[in-house]
Nanobody
Framework: QVQLVESGGGLVQAGGSLRLSCAAS????????MGWFRQAPGKGRELVAA????????YYADTVKGRFTISRDNAKNTVYLQMNSLKPEDTAVYYC?????????????????WGQGIQVTVSS
């Protein structure tokens, strides 16, 4: 069973930056595709960014393209989400997730393991 723990969230002013980390344990991290999702109050969970098992392929939602960067360190069993130029509409609970495949996955239902989520709040 894979456990995922997010860290690095918090409150930031618009235009600022945050770096989220997600530490994995209990599985073979280097074989999992990873994703970062977010869910704002009253809205569904949406994919923000995803990365393949090797890190060679990535995906970004149009709303964050050019501002967010997903990366991973397979030696540290950790995936990151660098968030720059943050906007109030980026406010949400952010979740990391792992899928039992090696390629980039963009559908929520394809992810097998989820973290508990971490709050990111961007003030205007």
């Amino acid at each position: 069973q894979v456990q995922l723990v997010e860290s690095g969230g918090g409150l930031v002013q618009a235009g600022g930056s945050l770096r989220l980390s997600c530490a994995a344990s209990g599985g073979t991290f280097r074989s999992y595709a990873m994703g970062w999702f977010r869910q704002a109050p009253g809205k569904g969970r949406e994919l923000v960014a995803a990365i393949s098992a090797t890190g060679g392929s990535t995906y970004y939602a149009d709303t964050v393209k050019g501002r967010f960067t997903i990366s991973r360190d397979n030696a540290k069993n950790t995936v990151y989400l660098q968030m720059n130029s943050l906007k109030p509409e980026d406010t949400a609970v952010y979740y990391c997730a792992a899928a039992n495949v090696g390629w980039v996955i963009t559908t929520v239902l394809s992810y097998n393991y989820w973290g508990q989520g971490i709050q990111v709040t961007v003030s205007s």
